[in-house]
T-cell receptor, first 115, second 107 residues
Framework: DSGVTQTPKHLITATGQRVTLRCSPR?????VYWYQQSLDQGLQFLIH???????AKGNILERFSAQQFPDLHSELNLSSLELGDSALYFC??????????????FGEGSRLTVL | TQLLEQSPQFLSIQEGENLTVYCNSS?????LQWYRQEPGEGPVLLVT?????EVKKLKRLTFQFGDARKDSSLHITAAQPGDTGLYLC???????FGKGTRLHILP
């Protein structure tokens, strides 16, 4: 158990719909990272938040947005869903003060299937 | 744009054999990390290498960081079925991940 909690574990929805994925980082971790993992693309970085502020953004689609709340949990919102958005979405947190060599602790992921 | 290329993409070998997988880039990284991911789970950190030329051992796994800090290798001695998984390397900013090497050890 990494200490990072992601919900839901599985989600099946239709094209055009909107979903929200939730992540609770490990207690005390201020950084939250979101990644998309599909079979042929590996782990694709989406966005990084630190203590409520956006720190870095990857090739995240405009249909996707995220935020980190004062209690440090984070949500990833995916809208106008397309078939190609079907993937595993991972959240990871990193201990404060560990810098770039700090370990990422990953949740178990949310598997999104768009039909 | 920094990229991490991992090779081979897939590897299936018999239990007891040795293997090496690679993580290469044209860019310099201040550190690289290796993660292993098992089906249905998130990646788990194996090691962080920081110094050029550094070698780290984790039981039967040996990790090396290239002198120029552009590449890294993972060598597994006497592979076991429990080593099966997806091996990912990651750059120091946590933004760049390789696509991984999917390793399958046959009993």
């Amino acid at each position: 158990d990494s200490g990072v909690t992601q919900t839901p574990k599985h989600l099946i929805t239709a094209t055009g719909q909107r979903v929200t994925l939730r992540c609770s980082p490990r207690s005390g971790d201020l950084s939250v990272y979101w990644y998309q993992q599909s079979l042929d693309q590996g782990l694709q970085f989406l966005i990084h938040y630190y203590n409520g502020e956006e720190r870095a953004k990857g090739n995240i689609l405009e249909r996707f947005s995220a935020q980190q709340f004062p209690d440090l949990h984070s949500e990833l919102n995916l809208s106008s869903l397309e078939l190609g958005d079907s993937a595993l979405y991972f959240c990871a947190s990193r201990p404060a003060g560990t810098g770039n060599t700090g370990e990422l602790f990953f949740g178990e992921g949310s598997r999104l299937t768009v039909l | 744009t920094q990229l991490l290329e991992q090779s081979p993409q897939f590897l299936s070998i018999q239990e007891g054999e040795n293997l090496t997988v690679y993580c290469n880039s044209s860019s310099v990284f201040s550190s690289l990390q290796w993660y292993r991911q098992e089906p249905g789970e998130g990646p788990v950190l194996l090691v962080t290498v920081v110094t050029g030329g550094e070698v780290k051992k984790l039981k039967r796994l040996t990790f090396q960081f290239g002198d120029a800090r552009k590449d890294s290798s993972l060598h597994i001695t006497a592979a076991q079925p429990g080593d099966t998984g997806l091996y990912l390397c990651a750059g120091d900013d946590k933004i760049i991940f390789g696509k991984g090497t999917r390793l399958h050890i046959l009993p």
